[in-house]
C-alpha cells in the first residue's frame, strides 16, 4: 500500500482525484479543517483528520503516525477578489500552511510530492504561456502560490524527495455520476452564470470590455475538473521517472473569452442573456492560455471533457443540483 496524504482533500479538485484513485492501491488520509466542505461530501471509506495547516502540533503527529509516501498538497485560500481584501489570511494559510507541510513531509521522508499551483502566477501576458514564462503574479493569490513554488524548490533541494508542481489554469465543469462539483460562493464565472440562469435573472455583469482581446473580454483557458483530477493519477504512477521535479500547466491550451462562455450558456438557457458592463477588476489579467506542449509530452493522453459545451452543462447541472439538494 501507498500512504497518502491529500490537504484539503474535502475540496473540489481533491474530492475529484479521491474519486479516481485506486483504493486498492492508495491508502488515502484527507487533512481538511472543514471550514468551507463537510467530511460527508467525500465517501465514508476515507480517512479525514479535520486539522487546520497551521496546526504544527497535530500535522507533526499525523506524519509519524502515517509514514506517508506521497503527498498532494491541495489546502489553500484561492478566490483571487478575496484575496485582495484578505492578504493576511492568504499568506497565513498559503505560505505559512504550505511551510507546514514541506517542514513534515521533509522530517518523515515522504518520497513524492504534488503541489497545487496557478495559472495566476504568470501575471499579465499575451498570448501562450510557457513553463519558463516570466512570473509577475497581479494579485496577492497569485504571489502566495509562487512563494509556495519557490518554497518547495528550495526545500526540496538537497533531498531524495520528487516534486511536481501542477500550474492548474482555470478548472470548472463536475462529475454528475459522482455528485462532485465546486461548493460554495466562490465568485467563479461559470457558477455565477449557472445560479443566475437558474434563478431566472438573465443579466450578467461582465467586468471590463476595453481588454486588447477579439471582444474586448478577458480571455482565460478552462479544464474540465475530472481531466485535472486524471493529470494527477498519472503524475503518481510516473513519479519512478521523474528525475526531480517537473513544472507543468494543466490546461487544454485553448483561450475562451467572458462572451464565448456566455454563449455556451445562451444555449442552455435558450434565451439570450442581457450584459451589462463594469469597470474592470483589481488583480484581473487581459489574457492567459496555457502552453500544455509540456504535459502532452509528459502524460500522452486524451481529455475527456474538454469541449466548452460540456465544461459548461457539467456545471450548470451541478449547480441545479446543489440548489435543489444542498
Ligand atoms: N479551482 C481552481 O480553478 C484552481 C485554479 C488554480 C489552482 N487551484 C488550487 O487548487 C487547490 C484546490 O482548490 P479547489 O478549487 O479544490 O478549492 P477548495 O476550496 O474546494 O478546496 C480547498 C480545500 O482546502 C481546505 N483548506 C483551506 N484552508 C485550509 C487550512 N488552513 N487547513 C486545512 N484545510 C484547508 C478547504 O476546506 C477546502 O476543502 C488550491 O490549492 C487552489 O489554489 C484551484
Not at 465568485?187 to 443579466?203: E, M, T
Not at 510516473?238 to 507543468?248: Q, R, W
Request: glycine share 6%.
Amino acid at each position: 500500500m501507498y500512504n497518502i496524504l491529500i490537504t484539503g482533500g474535502a475540496g473540489y479538485i481533491g474530492r475529484q482525484i479521491i474519486n479516481l484513485i485506486d483504493k486498492k492501491k492508495f491508502n488515502i488520509v484527507v487533512v481538511d479543517n472543514l471550514n468551507t466542505t463537510k467530511k460527508n461530501y467525500l465517501p465514508k471509506n476515507i480517512k479525514v483528520e479535520k486539522i487546520n495547516i497551521l496546526n504544527k502540533k497535530k500535522l507533526e503527529k499525523l506524519f509519524s503516525i502515517y509514514n506517508f509516501d506521497g503527498v498532494i498538497h491541495l489546502a489553500a485560500k484561492c478566490v483571487v477578489s478575496e484575496s485582495q481584501k484578505y492578504p493576511d489570511i492568504y499568506y497565513e494559510t498559503n505560505i505559512i500552511g504550505t511551510k507546514n507541510i514541506i517542514r513534515y513531509s521533509k522530517k518523515f521522508k515522504v518520497k513524492h510530492f504534488i503541489f497545487s499551483s496557478s495559472c495566476s502566477i504568470y501575471g499579465n501576458s499575451d498570448g501562450i504561456v510557457k513553463e519558463n514564462n516570466k512570473k509577475k503574479p497581479v494579485s496577492y493569490y497569485g504571489k502566495t502560490k509562487l512563494i509556495g513554488e519557490n518554497l518547495i524548490k528550495r526545500s526540496f533541494k538537497n533531498t531524495k524527495i520528487k516534486f511536481v508542481i501542477l500550474r492548474y489554469f482555470n478548472v470548472v465543469g463536475a462529475d454528475l455520476k459522482n455528485k462532485i462539483g465546486e461548493i460554495g460562493d466562490k465568485d467563479r464565472l461559470f457558477n455565477n452564470i449557472s445560479k443566475k440562469i437558474i434563478n431566472k435573472n438573465f443579466k450578467i455583469n461582465i467586468y471590463g470590455n476595453d481588454y486588447k482581446t477579439k471582444d474586448g473580454t478577458c480571455i482565460r483557458d478552462y479544464m474540465h475538473v475530472y481531466d485535472l483530477a486524471a493529470i494527477h493519477l498519472i503524475c503518481l504512477k510516473k513519479f519512478k521517472h521523474i528525475k526531480k521535479s517537473l513544472e507543468l500547466n494543466c490546461s487544454y491550451g485553448k483561450g475562451y473569452s467572458v462572451l464565448d462562455i456566455v454563449k455556451s450558456f445562451e444555449k442552455i438557457a435558450k434565451r439570450k442573456i442581457n450584459l451589462i458592463y463594469k469597470e474592470r477588476r483589481n488583480g484581473d489579467t487581459e489574457k492567459v492560455i496555457a502552453s500544455n506542449k509540456k504535459l502532452n509530452q509528459f502524460i500522452k493522453w486524451k481529455p475527456k471533457f474538454n469541449k466548452l459545451d460540456s465544461m459548461v452543462s457539467t456545471t450548470f447541472l451541478w449547480n441545479k443540483y446543489l440548489n435543489k439538494n444542498l
